[in-house]
């Protein structure tokens, strides 16, 4: 390992740069679909178009605290037990989404699977970041994550969800981001401190308080007006 601009680098191997990668692209598989799944909890009548605004803002809001009270929270040195931990957390509340018995069971399920997903994408960024190009591996990650969303989420509008409505659909999600599982043995065991001069996890003040907050808003608006495209298109004559 050596130092660069007072940022830590790591050599990484290739595996444990792909594996995060395309962990993290797994767990965000749900941002691309939400219309196509979420579309249906509201022709059933499982839930109502307000309670699907509330399930959509609460993922997306868990989403940033995840990501965000990440690297405050979690040890450097139990890399691949959190991202355990956090797979196995993803994964399950998508089999409890699809067996839901209403909006509050579904708003909970919502809720742990948007803190898992944070935790993945906060694993994914952490090997990124201490890479000799971060900018590279986070173009390659977007791209990625973009690809894999419109791919799944032709699947779903052709397969999954004719055939086995939303139910399936989350149980496919749970099965998407299980898959990644044995990825993890893969990850790093441990990762350095980002600095060398800091060595202790970031303070919580008032600036990056501000900032994650502004970011999770930014994030909870569009993911909640991406959910409702579904019941727009419907209500304009749109298949």
Do not use: K
């Amino acid at each position: 390992m050596t130092s660069s601009s007072q940022r830590q680098i790591e050599n990484f191997s290739v595996a444990q740069i792909a594996a995060p990668l395309i962990i993290g692209s797994a767990a965000l598989v749900i941002l691309g679909i939400q219309p196509v799944l979420f579309g249906p909890l509201i022709d059933t009548e499982h839930v109502t178009l307000d309670e699907v605004g509330l399930i959509a803002l609460a993922e997306i809001v868990c989403v940033g605290l995840g990501a965000g009270l990440s690297p405050a929270v979690f040890p450097l040195n139990r890399f691949r037990l959190i991202a355990t931990v956090a797979v196995l957390a993803a994964a399950a509340a998508n089999f409890i989404s699809s067996r839901s018995g209403g909006f509050d069971d579904l708003l909970g399920a919502r809720a742990v699977a948007g803190l898992g997903t944070g935790v993945l994408i906060w694993v994914a960024t952490c090997v990124m970041v201490r890479h000799r190009t971060p900018d590279r591996l986070a173009g390659i990650f977007f791209t990625g994550q973009t690809l894999l969303q419109a791919a799944v989420a032709a699947f779903f509008a052709l397969v999954i969800i004719p055939e086995y409505s939303w139910q399936g659909g989350f149980d496919t999600l749970g099965i998407i981001i299980l898959l990644t599982a044995p990825l993890i043995a893969a990850l790093p065991s441990s990762v350095s401190s980002l600095t060398e001069e800091d060595t202790t996890r970031p303070p919580l003040t008032i600036p990056v308080l501000f900032a994650s907050v502004v970011v999770m808003c930014q994030m909870a608006i569009v993911g909640s007006l991406w959910t409702f495209i579904d019941p727009i298109a419907q209500a304009a004559g749109l298949d």
